[in-house]
């Protein structure tokens, strides 16, 4: 079964500060995803990579940066964190599980205050 | 946005009764997966579907590719199958577009 991890599950920050969430998955599969989750938006994808080393924006990148520093790690980055960026975080991996499913984590709950 | 979008928004059902979700795409969709958010937060995914139709137990699912849209039919609804429904769509470049999802009640 695949598994991605997510870290922190919980994450209170301050206005101005710099959050970092992290993604591991073991499943050797190439792309990797970062969404969002809110309240009558569903999950709008913030970034995504095809494999080490590759970042690409999604449809709401602004405000965040993506790092791939291997086929396992996918971080997402506020460099300086919002309270519009108060949300539900999931990281997904692509692979083929007999056909090409996404698997996602369990969510980093993120409270800018 | 408006490329994914699911329909009705929520459903309430009684135990033992059938329904179908809907998704209709503004994009050239050229897969679709079918996912289920539990009352606890976790995603899971249902369906991957080329153009054609799946069945798994109690669910079917149909992506008409033609006329972007996929269908999720659900038979005998019982009460774990409460949750939120979401579908997302892929118009190559690996990159998925989820629909807002649908929220469905089942009621004993």
């Known amino acids: 079964e695949a598994a991605v991890t997510q870290s922190p599950r919980n994450k209170v920050a301050v206005t101005g500060g710099k959050v970092t969430l992290s993604c591991n998955q073991t499943?050797?599969?190439?792309?990797m995803y970062w969404y969002r989750q809110d309240t009558g938006h569903g999950l709008r994808l913030i970034h995504y990579?095809?494999?080490?080393?590759?970042?690409e924006k999604g449809d709401i990148p602004d405000g965040y940066k993506a790092s791939r520093p291997s086929q396992e790690n996918f971080s997402l980055i506020l460099e300086l964190a919002t309270p519009s960026q108060t949300s539900v975080y999931f990281c997904?991996?692509?692979?083929?599980?007999?056909?090409?499913?996404?698997?996602f984590g369990s969510g980093t709950r993120l409270t800018v205050l | 946005g408006d490329k994914v979008k699911q329909s009705p928004s929520a459903l309430s059902l009684q135990e033992g009764t059938n329904s179908a979700l809907r998704c209709n795409f503004s994009?050239?969709?050229?897969?679709v997966q079918w996912f289920l958010q539990n009352p606890r937060g976790s995603l899971i995914n249902l369906f991957y579907?080329?153009?054609g139709t799946k069945e798994n137990g109690r669910l079917k699912s149909a992506f008409d590719s033609k006329e972007s849209y996929s269908t999720l039919h659900i038979r005998d609804a019982q009460l774990e199958d409460s949750g939120t429904y979401f579908c997302?769509?892929?118009?190559?470049?690996?990159?998925?577009?989820f629909g807002e999802g649908t929220k469905l009640t089942v009621s004993s």
């Open positions: 997904a991996s692509l692979g083929w599980g007999g056909a090409e499913t996404l698997y």
């Open positions: 499943n050797n599969h190439n792309n």
């Open positions: 990579s095809y494999g080490a080393g590759s970042t």
């Open positions: 994009i050239a969709a050229t897969t």
């Open positions: 579907l080329v153009p």
């Open positions: 997302a769509a892929e118009a190559g470049s690996a990159k998925l577009i």
